[in-house]
């Protein structure tokens, strides 16, 4: 094998590692897991439950009530990656293998790729029974759902996210203490701006002009049309996660590694305690 | 060694033979930190972790270079492992800059700290082979590598499943040696590895670093602040105190230099102070600041 092949195959077992490692803290973790969906069940109800304090016709409310639960959903799915993404730092620190991680030949896009591969996947199976689980709470039904739209739309919208998420993973290595929660500002800033319960159009000009560079905006858009609406997958919502999708990464990439010889100059890559 | 993760064995045949295993040339590194007796929001001043380090290791050499607490010795390790810049002087790992060739560098080193850092609720086994999938090991070769390593250091095999959180912290060292070596690096850092250790784990921790001298064509660095464990396992003996390497011989010449019977005394001779009485801080509290 060539020197490229060999680095490429390794490069694929070190991703597999990283996927491979949070499937057996999954495990390890199940009833935390369990006790999480379920509080992710119940916070869902109080929103989905809007819809019939509203008094609309059944169909009508339906609608609403399908509407909101697709934003819950979703917001549900990027959450879990932004967690994810924000705190690979921060578990590593915490385990205190932070150090064997960074010291290892692993590249760090291979590194936050197989985290970000993680988390989509996870994601999805959590966003695919809190979905499924609040419609038949609520008796919620969406005959004319196109669900294989939604999927492709949302795993192009993955890629994004995983970009997003790459930016905001950096904040824990530069500020140890105050990082994981700067994260959180940025995901809270996502929330506001992207329409998860409310149309965009609703909100002042300016925070409409943030929600243009929102990947949730169009991901939110178009799934929420697929479901409701049965809408097939339209290129307004494709191209600009598209080039969210490009631009993020490299971009995401380039300031972790900026954050990354940060923390190795102030001898911040550490373990905790 | 029949466990060797596949690059490693592809780049280990490219080094440049000539090159000694370690080069470090006025190797400077200082941190910014604030004197904890002058209060909590005291001005921060720079704190010398090292100051001017030169010395050279050749390959299948093990040396061993003592020093208490905050004397540098963590500060040395991480910087020849990747995870520190220096802000001035050079180090070079088989010839390669440990800034500019990182990645190079990271196939050929791997370490064991005084803390066998793990993740707690998984098993020895998926620990290891979490770890060596970094190095491009398969789980068709971590399934006969990893019991195979974890036997060598003595790890009973009904263990091998069980959470890292329910093992002692001798266990816990082993585990950490296993991961070390699986990896197959041509240098081993090893930074206090018997500290907090009980005497026969301590025992079975230096037989294996012994062992792995013998059947194995590694170089070691082994930091220490124990001198009789420095004295029966190293080639040579370096002495950093400070920041600054006071000497690097074999340990027979360091007792004719200053006349003494002792490790203990040549430290006294060197610096004018007791090997014991010494309590630095430690390169961790600055860490420990950020926290708090």
Redesign the interface.
């Known amino acids: 094998m060539s ?1 490229y092949a ?2 490429m ?2 490069q694929l ?2 991703l ?3 996927v ?2 949070n499937v ?2 999954t495990k ?2 199940f009833l935390w897991d369990i006790a999480f969906m379920f509080w992710t069940i119940a916070n869902t109800l109080t929103i989905v439950f809007i819809a019939r304090a509203a008094n609309l016709p059944p169909a009508e409310e339906n609608t609403l009530a399908t509407a909101l639960l697709v934003g819950a959903t979703i917001w549900a799915f990027l959450g879990i990656i932004f967690e994810f993404m924000t705190e690979t730092v921060a578990w590593e620190r915490w ?13 760090r896009l291979v590194h936050l790729f197989g985290q970000g591969a993680f988390a989509v996947l996870y994601g999805l199976v959590r966003a695919t029974i809190l979905f499924f689980a609040v419609a038949a709470f609520l008796g919620l039904h969406a005959p004319n759902a196109n669900y294989g739209a939604a999927l492709a739309l949302l795993a192009l919208a993955s890629v994004s996210f995983i970009g997003v998420g790459i930016m905001t993973s950096v904040l824990p290595l530069i500020s ?2 105050k990082g994981a929660q700067l994260g959180f500002v940025a995901q809270g800033l996502m929330l506001v701006v992207s329409g998860v319960y409310y149309p965009v159009s609703v909100m002042p000009e300016w925070m409409q002009w943030i929600a243009k560079i929102s990947p949730a905006t169009y991901a939110l858009r178009g799934c929420r049309a697929s479901i409701v609406n049965g809408a097939p997958l339209v290129w307004a919502n494709v191209w600009p996660l598209l080039i969210i999708a490009v631009l993020a990464t490299p971009i995401g990439l380039a300031i972790f590694k900026v954050g990354e ?1 940060y923390a ?10 | 060694m029949s466990t060797i993760a596949p690059s490693t064995i592809d780049l280990a045949s490219r080094l440049d033979r000539e090159a000694p295993a370690v080069e470090v040339h006025d190797l400077r590194k200082t941190f910014r930190r604030r004197d904890r007796k002058a209060g909590r929001f005291a001005r921060k001043r720079p704190w010398p972790a090292l100051a001017d380090v030169t010395f050279t290791i050749a390959r299948g050499e093990c040396v061993a270079i003592l020093g208490q607490n905050g004397s540098g010795k963590s500060t040395l390790v991480r910087l020849l492992s990747t995870l520190l810049i220096g802000d001035g002087g050079e180090a070079r790992v088989f010839g390669h800059d440990v800034d500019r060739d990182a990645s190079t560098i990271r196939r050929l080193v791997n370490r064991v700290s005084v803390e066998a850092s793990f993740f707690k609720k998984m098993s020895a086994s998926e620990n290891l082979s979490y770890a060596a999938r970094f190095y491009g090991m398969t789980p068709r070769q971590t399934r006969t590598a990893v019991p195979e390593i974890l036997g060598r250091v003595g790890f009973p095999p009904e263990r091998r499943s069980e959470s890292m959180e329910n093992l002692s912290r001798g266990m816990q060292q082993k585990v950490a040696l296993a991961r070390a070596l699986l990896t197959s690096p041509v240098l081993l850092l090893l930074d206090e590895p018997t500290t907090g250790l009980d005497p026969r784990s301590k025992l079975e921790v230096q037989e294996f670093i012994r062992q792995v001298r013998a059947q194995h064509d590694a170089t070691i660095l082994l930091c220490t602040h124990d001198m009789a464990e420095a004295e029966t396992l190293a080639d040579r003996i370096g002495l950093l105190d400070r920041g600054r390497l006071l000497f690097l011989e074999p340990v027979e010449d360091v007792k004719k230099r200053f006349g003494v019977e002792t490790l203990e005394q040549a430290f006294f001779a060197a610096t004018g102070r007791e090997f014991e009485e010494e309590n630095g801080d430690d390169e961790d509290d600055e860490y420990r600041e950020v926290f708090g």
């Open positions: 020197e060999i680095e195959r390794n077992v070190g597999f590692g990283i491979e490692r057996y803290l390890r973790y385990e205190g293998t932070i150090e064997y991680t960074f010291m290892a030949p692993l590249s140890p203490e010889r190795k100059k102030h001898g911040k890559l550490k373990r905790a305690g």
